[in-house]
């Protein structure tokens, strides 16, 4: 499953932002519907990506989702899409293979209703986690 097709490369509008989480002692960490045993997070870090959507532009990403898992996996990371745009304007921030949709404009663990939002959401915030 995934979001495909290409986009505008001159895209310069967006925010961000972050989370960080230190590595995890003692006590479970909890991350969606995900128990992180002890020391498994050693570097989790969460952003969001704030995009506007203009005139029918991709995303340009291929995801996959599994259903013992609340996100999307971000698969491939196209060259001409809305979220390659992104990440040239924001390097630190960039979106990579690997890491997690976990929220789309508020809306998480409905894998349809993001499908549905990130194919055609006017604005899109994405939350991204990236992990260890």
């Known amino acids: 499953m995934g979001g495909q097709c290409c986009a505008e490369k001159n895209h310069k509008d967006g925010e961000v932002v972050e989370k960080r989480f230190d590595k995890t002692i003692g006590l479970p960490v909890r991350s969606g519907d995900?128990?992180?045993?002890?020391?498994?997070?050693?570097?989790?870090?969460?952003?969001?990506?704030?995009?506007?959507?203009?005139?029918?532009m991709k995303l340009g990403i291929d995801t996959c989702a599994s259903s013992d898992c609340p996100s999307f996996n971000v698969l491939k990371v196209k060259p001409d899409g809305l979220i390659s745009a992104?990440?040239?304007e924001h390097p630190d921030r960039e979106v990579r293979e690997g890491d997690d949709l976990i929220e789309v404009n508020g809306v998480r663990g409905d894998k349809e209703r993001i499908c549905q939002l990130l194919a055609g959401a006017k604005k899109l915030q994405i939350l991204i986690q990236r992990g260890s």
């Open 86 to 88: 992104w990440n040239q």
């Open 34 to 56: 995900h128990d992180l045993a002890e020391g498994a997070a050693e570097s989790r870090w969460e952003f969001m990506v704030v995009i506007p959507r203009r005139n029918g």
